[in-house]
């Protein structure tokens, strides 16, 4: 039988079970615990979550609330986006599908005014093509990128799919964009071109300007620096000492020297370049596949770009296509006839206007840049990732195409 676990005087008779009163424990009050003092980042983001709320009921915008308080709580995360429905002025209308996007307070200054510089870039941006371009993107119904004018925030009009694909977010949705989108991409590409009559200060101000889509001379170091990137090397190239991509690239290509190879061939294009430095061009700067969205040509667009935080501004023609269209034919790695397309109609679009040798460069040196750069990442992932099978298919698929470059130079 176990030990009572309470301890009596021998004079209290047992039989009774009762306790003297001098035995009887008194439970203590427990201290009292001073009040939990908030982190001021919590009480910042606290701080934020009630603006928003305002607006979004002010604005007649009717969201998910856990959804909402799960974003606010992301410490992470940088911006607040919200799919709901919007109740519009006139009673007999139905409520509108919208998407609000707002940015969150970080925790380093520094990085929230990088978040809000961003913000204001994508929405000063996809206005301006919405606006005053045929480029495809969803309209923007309100905004306010001025942080002294209350919260920054943006809303649009949600993507409508209909039966169409949608948004194309995992690897193997890449699989789905066919010669038809090929011929919108491009379509759009184009259409980014010669905006020197209608971009104003303001957008051109925080618009992205790097030197790989400013001018030869950028084109070229940047070419220069993605070849000498130092990388660890991949599978059977691996070693802890780090080596330059292009001796990788040599190796895995069978070009040798491939270096000078690499700079002669974007030497010998440099008239076409350079004579395509005037006026004033848009280059999104990310176009990948995850960063499009296809409709079904009745409820919705087609094919509509979106993501516009890396968009730039530059001073030639030839230079933002090879960007762009580079971009998204080395990351639709899985999808051989969907980067043939695109090569095709780049081509063909600019052969249409007699000037077939400029659609050539362009894609000679959007695949000789943009497989490359992406080569040197994938040349130094830790042995884990890179011995990954998905990994290493989109890593050989990838360094593969790589020649094509000297293919389509060599039929200029």
């Known amino acids: 039988m176990p030990e009572a676990s309470l301890e009596t005087d021998p004079t209290t008779p047992l039989e009774t079970h009762e306790i003297a009163k001098n035995q009887i424990p008194v ?69 509108y599908d919208r998407f609000f996007k707002a940015p969150l307070p970080q925790k380093d200054s520094e990085r929230e005014n990088k978040v809000k510089e961003t913000f204001r870039r994508q929405v000063l941006a996809h206005d301006f093509l919405d606006g005053h371009t045929d480029f495809p993107v969803s309209e923007v119904i309100e905004f306010n990128t001025d942080a002294t004018n209350g919260p920054m925030y943006a809303i649009m009009a949600a993507y409508q799919e209909g039966s169409g694909v949608g948004f194309l977010n995992k690897p193997e949705d890449a699989e789905k964009l066919n010669e038809r989108h090929a011929q919108l991409v491009v379509r759009a590409i184009r259409e980014l071109a010669h905006q020197e009559k209608e971009i104003k200060p303001e957008l051109a101000e925080v618009l992205e300007k790097r030197p790989a889509y400013q001018n030869y ?13 130092q990388v660890n090397g991949a599978g059977e190239f691996y070693s802890e000492d780090k080596k330059p991509l292009h001796q990788i690239l040599e190796n895995r290509t069978g070009i040798l020297d491939f270096r000078e190879k690499s700079l002669q061939l974007v030497q010998r294009l ?20 995850n960063n499009l969205f296809l409709g079904d040509g009745v409820e919705a667009l087609e094919l509509m770009a979106l993501d516009f935080e890396y968009l730039g501004i530059s001073g030639n023609e030839v230079l933002a296509a090879v960007y762009d269209l580079g971009n998204l034919r080395a990351r639709s ?59 290493k298919e989109r890593r050989e698929l990838t360094e593969k195409d790589i020649a094509k470059a000297w293919k389509v130079a060599g039929e200029i």
């Open 27 to 95: 439970s203590k009050e427990p201290p009292e615990r001073p009040k939990e003092e908030k982190e001021p980042f919590k009480i910042e983001r606290q701080e934020f979550a009630n603006k928003a709320t305002s607006l979004l009921e002010e604005k007649k915008f009717y969201f998910d609330r856990d959804e909402f308080d799960r974003q606010i709580a992301d410490e992470g995360r940088r911006y607040l986006t919200l799919r709901g429905m919007m109740m519009p002025e006139e009673k007999d209308r139905l409520p």
């Open 217 to 229: 001379e950028g084109f070229l170091r940047n070419i220069a620096d993605i070849l000498d990137k």
């Open 270 to 289: 440099q008239p076409t370049i350079e004579k395509a430095q005037q006026g004033i061009h848009l280059v999104h700067g990310d176009l990948a596949p």
């Open 333 to 391: 790695w899985n999808n051989e006839a969907f980067r043939n397309a695109l090569d095709r109609e780049m081509i063909e679009s600019y052969k249409a206007d007699g000037q077939e040798e400029v659609g050539k460069t362009i894609v000679a040196l959007g695949t000789l840049r943009s497989h490359m750069n992406l080569a040197g990442f994938f040349e130094n992932y830790k042995p884990e990732k890179s011995s990954q099978p998905i990994q």
